[in-house]
């Protein structure tokens, strides 16, 4: 028995926002952005428009695609870091939204990570027979911690009012983190089939010393007040990040688990057909390919699009790459990832 994709789906919210819209905002330019992390746009959500609402979306489409019914989903994973509540998570509303029955729902936080986690976790309840058809959904809405009250009317095109400079002072103070992150969503359908194709050897990890490398110090129930004016007018609901930390532990960590993974399982890393990399920055990604020593063409990309949509990079690459024609029967593709936790991994699978 193995576990198999069956539908994917994705849910891109509305609003193209460009390099030369975030200028507008703040002191950046469409080159010191792509020559630092090769993303062109991003998408951002509505207004009231959350991570469930997105990942309803490209569920509806997961579940259509494997031609099945709301009603024959067993059990939900739904990856998020960007929850629409501290509580509930995002696993009952989105049983509600769809009409599922009365299943389990899963919310796990493994934030850039959570899709190839949750890869784990839909294998692991189909290998036990407990349940026969998992959807799994990574869904982020990460406009909610930008400061764009400062301007972000503008930038989705509701509103033409010129900033102030010291709006624009402020804004340019989280640039570094902000012109990454976009919104969206990705859902896949993975049921027990019988045959050769399906998920294959998955290796995850957690190093929990570099948990600084990334984090978000605001909002935390350490404090008291959890959330304060204080810690919004000093950032502090904007995630810290160490860049130089990340990007050596990425082009490090994720080449050395795909070997991992490949040994494991009898392949040359030479003989991978794809290699679907979390999209973070692209230099992480070509820094990962040519670890590996991959052509370009076998690590396929979409961060210029969408920037960092976190849990959902993955099952948005893996849809366009179905939707492209890319992906052929009997091809080895890995999955891989590395976020905050850290939490790194790869998983291979058989088309």
């Known amino acids: 028995m193995r576990s198999v994709i069956t539908g994917t789906g994705i849910g891109i919210p509305p609003h193209v926002v460009t390099n030369e819209a975030l200028a507008r905002i703040m002191d950046t330019s469409d080159e010191w952005i792509r020559v630092r992390s090769g993303i062109q746009e991003r998408r951002y959500a509505e207004p009231g428009q959350g991570s469930t609402d997105l990942g309803v979306i490209a569920s509806r489409q997961?579940?259509?695609?494997?031609?099945?019914?709301?009603?024959?989903?067993?059990?939900?994973?739904?990856?998020?870091?960007?929850?629409?509540?501290?509580?509930?998570?995002?696993?009952?509303?989105?049983?509600?939204?769809?009409?599922?029955?009365?299943?389990?729902?899963?919310?796990?936080?493994?934030?850039?990570?959570?899709?190839?986690?949750?890869?784990?976790?839909?294998?692991?309840?189909?290998?036990?027979g407990r349940y026969q058809r998992v959807l799994l959904v990574g869904a982020e809405v990460h406009t909610a911690f930008m400061p764009w009250h400062l301007g972000w009317d503008t930038l989705i095109g509701q509103s033409n009012r010129e900033i102030t400079e010291a709006e624009r002072a402020e804004n340019t103070t989280v640039r570094d983190r902000t012109v990454l992150f976009g919104d969206g969503a990705g859902a896949v359908v993975i049921e027990a089939r019988d045959g050769a194709s399906g998920l294959g050897t998955i290796r995850l990890h957690t190093d929990g010393t570099g948990a600084g490398v990334l984090t978000m110090p605001g909002v935390s129930f350490k404090r008291r007040p959890f959330v304060s004016h204080e810690q919004i007018r000093a950032g502090e609901t904007v995630p810290v990040m160490s860049g130089k930390d990340v990007f050596r532990s990425a082009v490090t960590l994720m080449p050395q688990v795909i070997r991992e993974v490949c040994e494991a399982s009898g392949l040359a890393v030479k003989a991978l057909d794809l290699v679907l990399i979390h999209q973070a920055n692209l230099r992480i990604i070509e820094g990962v390919q040519k670890a590996l020593g991959l052509p370009p063409e076998k690590v396929p990309h979409n961060i210029e699009r969408y920037g960092n949509t976190t849990a959902a990079t993955l099952p948005i690459l893996f849809h366009e790459c179905r939707q492209q024609g890319l992906l052929r029967p009997g091809m080895n593709i890995v999955f891989t990832a590395l976020g905050s936790g850290l939490h790194w991994g790869a998983a291979l699978y058989c088309v």
């Open 62 to 128: 997961a579940i259509a695609d494997a031609g099945l019914a709301p009603s024959d989903i067993d059990v939900v994973l739904f990856a998020t870091m960007t929850p629409d509540f501290l509580l509930p998570g995002n696993g009952p509303l989105l049983q509600a939204a769809l009409g599922l029955r009365d299943i389990p729902t899963f919310d796990i936080r493994q934030q850039c990570s959570g899709f190839l986690y949750g890869l784990e976790l839909a294998d692991l309840f189909i290998q036990s």
